[in-house]
């Protein structure tokens, strides 16, 4: 249908704007305010409508008078406002659409498997969440956050730089680099994981990476352990194994875990968040002890790097910690980098362990244990924790009966 050009002139154009932006409001429009209107406007939409007098300034127009002038023109409304104006929009549904779409952003973000596995990225989720869609565009952000959590599936990284980790994981050097959106993305990510304040000054930031095993110092990084005698060349598996057989824990360095080459593995590897258990295993088994590595805490770059080499080569990797928050995160997080399965880590052994006369210290922040929904539940519940130390009997006793008679 062809639009008379009495209809582009100047005059009408205030009048057809004002129509086409109510009509792509997507809502029901039955009259449209117009205005404020110099002469020239009001006479050719007095005109247009066949006014008997100039409508004033500011005028109502009723959308039926305004089809029926069109008609008579032998047009309609939808062809003089997309040929005049543009084509109409219907804001309303973009509007449904924008909001569907963040809600399925939001949803997959709660649900990423990485999330999943380590819950204490839930409340950065969370902060995600608040912080809203990147530049407006639920797709930009969803880029963004899949490459945030590429990088955190792939730490703890193995003392790498954080150039090589960026280009590794993202495949530009400098994508995680300070004042970078997606560094600081993950800096907050890894802040929640090991329970640790947002960084604020380079030191800080950098000791954040380390303890993600980027960059790391080759020699302070180490990992106790006791009873490696398992084939292998290299100066770790030579002190592993004198160790060993002296009855002694060994400290292997990540330099000399990286000069090394493990040619088999244990079958089993036990895993201790605290080196007094370490110490009790010792002193009780000698020479005869179970392979056994001591985290230490939060596990170094040395600790991951041995304890994923060990279940690359077949190990089957059980792990014990501490009962409170971040007990369980670093349980969370050391399952979930390395595949270890609990060792007395549940709900039952927390109720077994604890001693009613002498209630152990609040547990702090807690999250979700993923191998136990009802455990995270049941500390808070009770309001204590429960040091591995308390439980070093039982573990004894798991390591006697593993341990060669």
């Known amino acids: 249908m062809t639009v008379p050009d009495v209809m582009r002139q100047a005059a009408l154009m205030p009048m057809w704007q004002s129509v086409h932006d109510r009509l792509s409001s997507g809502r029901a429009v039955s009259r449209v305010r117009i205005g404020p209107l ?9 005109d247009l409508l066949g006014l008997d007098r100039l409508p004033g300034r500011e005028y109502v127009i009723p959308l039926s008078k305004l089809h029926s002038a069109l008609a008579e023109a032998g047009t309609d409304l939808p062809c003089v406002l997309t040929a005049v104006v543009g084509p109409i929009g219907d804001r309303a549904a973009e509007r449904e659409r924008i909001e569907a779409d963040r809600a399925a952003l939001w949803a997959w973000l709660e649900n990423h498997p990485e999330v999943q596995r380590q819950p204490a990225l839930r409340a950065w ?14 797709a930009r952000t969803r880029e963004i956050l899949s490459t945030a959590l590429a990088v955190l599936s792939r730490l703890p990284a193995e003392g790498q730089p954080l150039p090589a980790l960026a280009g590794e994981t993202t495949g530009a050097p400098h994508a995680l680099d300070e004042g970078t959106r997606l560094g600081n993305l993950v800096l907050r ?5 090991f329970d640790a304040s947002v960084p604020a000054t ?38 592993a194994r004198a160790c060993a057989d002296a009855g002694h824990v060994a400290a292997l360095t990540l330099a000399q875990l990286r000069a090394s080459v493990w ?4 079958g089993q590897v036990w895993i201790v968040e605290n080196p007094s258990i370490l110490a009790m295993a010792v002193n009780r ?5 179970p392979p056994l590595v001591c985290t230490s805490g939060w596990p170094n ?22 009962f409170d928050g971040e007990g369980l995160r670093i349980a969370a997080y050391v399952m979930e980098k390395t595949h270890a399965r609990p060792w007395r880590m549940n709900t039952v052994d927390f109720l077994h362990g604890l001693r009613e006369e002498v209630p152990g210290p609040a547990p702090g922040r807690l999250t979700e244990a993923p191998w136990d929904d009802n455990l995270a539940r049941t500390i808070r519940e009770h309001g204590e924790s429960l040091a591995e130390e308390h439980a070093a009997e039982d573990l004894l006793s798991d390591l006697d009966a593993a341990a060669p008679h």
């Open 38 to 46: 110099d002469d020239a406007q009001q006479s050719a939409v007095a």
């Open 125 to 138: 989720a969370r902060q995600v969440r608040r912080t809203g869609v990147v530049e407006g565009s639920v």
């Open 189 to 193: 990510a890894l802040a929640e994981i």
């Open 202 to 239: 380079a030191y800080d930031r950098r000791m954040l990476w380390e303890r993600a095993g980027v960059a790391a110092d080759e020699l302070s990084s180490m990992v106790l352990a006791a009873g490696l005698r398992v084939a292998g060349r290299g100066i770790a598996c030579d002190i």
């Open 263 to 266: 040619e088999s593995a244990p």
């Open 285 to 289: 088994f000698e020479a005869t002890c």
């Open 301 to 322: 770059t040395a600790v991951m790097m041995l304890l994923r080499g060990f279940a690359d080569l077949g190990s089957d990797l059980r792990y014990h910690g501490d």
